[in-house]
């Protein structure tokens, strides 16, 4: 049984950074090479894509709206897929969610991914 496992949501300024992680594990051992995604949804609107990486961290990809602020990166130390967010923005307020797939292809629809977790919470406000 795969668990996907986000954490490191919270309530931030506009302008400030916020690190969130996942951990993905299979039969309770992580597992550091499932291809992985962020997607969110924002208040009343519809899951949309984030970010992601590929099963080998050498392929990454961004939404338009946060590539130059958002880097997704694996860190093997934690054997976690982490989201790095730069100059976070009003906007970029809602729910969080890690996704990952033994292997993806295509990897900004939400349907090539099997495994979801529960979410986190980004809130960023003044």
């Known amino acids: 049984q795969v668990q996907v496992v986000e954490s490191g949501g919270g309530l931030v300024q506009p302008g400030d950074s916020l690190r969130l992680s996942c951990v993905v594990s299979?039969?309770?051992?992580?597992?550091?090479?499932?291809?992985t995604a962020w997607f969110r949804q924002l208040l009343g609107k519809e899951r949309e894509f984030v970010a992601s990486?590929?099963?080998?961290?050498?392929?990454?990809l961004y939404d338009e709206a946060v590539k130059d602020r958002f880097t997704v990166f694996r860190d093997n130390a934690k054997n976690s897929v982490d989201l790095q967010m730069n100059s976070l923005k009003a906007d970029d307020t809602g729910t969080y969610y890690c996704?990952?797939?033994?292997?993806?292809?295509?990897?900004?629809?939400?349907?090539?991914?099997?495994?979801w977790g529960q979410g986190t919470q980004v809130t960023v406000s003044s």
């Open positions: 990486i590929n099963f080998n961290g050498e392929r990454e």
């Open positions: 299979a039969s309770g051992r992580t597992v550091a090479n499932y291809a």
């Open positions: 996704a990952a797939v033994e292997f993806a292809s295509n990897f900004e629809d939400p349907p090539s991914y099997r495994y």
